[in-house]
């Protein structure tokens, strides 16, 4: 069974600071990972993409890597800004219908 | 409408009462996904349509879990005699067929607190 842990739990950091998110998952037959955001009362938001065959996937300040064989991704975000705060999913696509999402990071960027 | 939208936001109900918890997706969207988010915990898959076909309903929790998609659109998710366990945030997500993976679009999820 596919297990997604995501590394730090919590993370505060002053503004400006670059960072990095850990995810690691035990199975590494999967499709595809994401990257989503969610803010507080609201939904999802898809942030990266990387499929099964690329290594990383940048967006802005945002940039994901994946290493398949050893089960990580990471998030990098540059110069972070309090409009950064929220919690950071993790997401692993199986090859079937569903995603196995790690249980998040909760990010505080203090100005 | 412009994104999925779910209903009620907050739901505080009693042990053993029936609940139902309302998603529309987006129009056009042939795909519909429930996941529970537990406390602390990651987002939990319970069941996918798809079209017509018969739904993959292999993550509902128990029996007391049911839903149904009515003419392609709109479903329900009916928890039974709910528990205390039960209490969670009910997120509904679509997309269409096909689409790139990152054309899900998550709902603002319902809470539901079982006292």
């Known amino acids: ?111 | 409408g412009a994104g999925v939208s779910q209903s009620p936001s907050n739901k505080v109900t009693e042990k053993g009462k029936d609940v139902e918890l309302r998603c529309d997706p987006i129009s056009g969207h042939t795909a519909l996904y429930w996941y529970r988010q537990s406390l602390g915990q990651g987002l939990e898959f319970l069941i996918y349509f798809q079209g017509n076909s018969a739904p993959d309903k292999s993550g509902l929790p128990s029996d007391r879990f049911s839903a149904e998609r009515t003419g392609g659109s709109v479903s329900t998710l009916t928890i039974q005699r709910t528990q205390q366990e039960d209490s969670a945030v009910y997120l509904c997500a679509s997309r269409m067929k096909g689409q790139d993976p990152w054309g899900y679009t998550f709902g603002s999820g319902t809470r539901l607190t079982v006292v």
């Open chain 1, 1 to 111: 069974k596919q297990e997604v842990t995501q590394i730090p739990a919590a993370l505060s950091v002053p503004e400006g600071e670059n960072l990095v998110l850990n995810c690691s998952f035990t199975d590494s037959a999967i499709y595809n990972l994401q990257w989503f955001r969610q803010d507080p009362g609201k939904g999802l938001t898809s942030l990266l993409l990387i499929q099964s065959s690329q290594r990383e996937q940048t967006s802005g300040r945002l940039n994901a890597s994946l290493d398949k064989s050893s089960g990580r991704s990471t998030l990098y975000i540059a110069a972070s800004q309090p409009g950064d705060s929220a919690t950071y999913l993790c997401a692993v696509k199986e090859y079937g219908n569903k995603l196995v999402f790690g249980a998040g990071t909760i990010l505080r960027v203090k100005s």
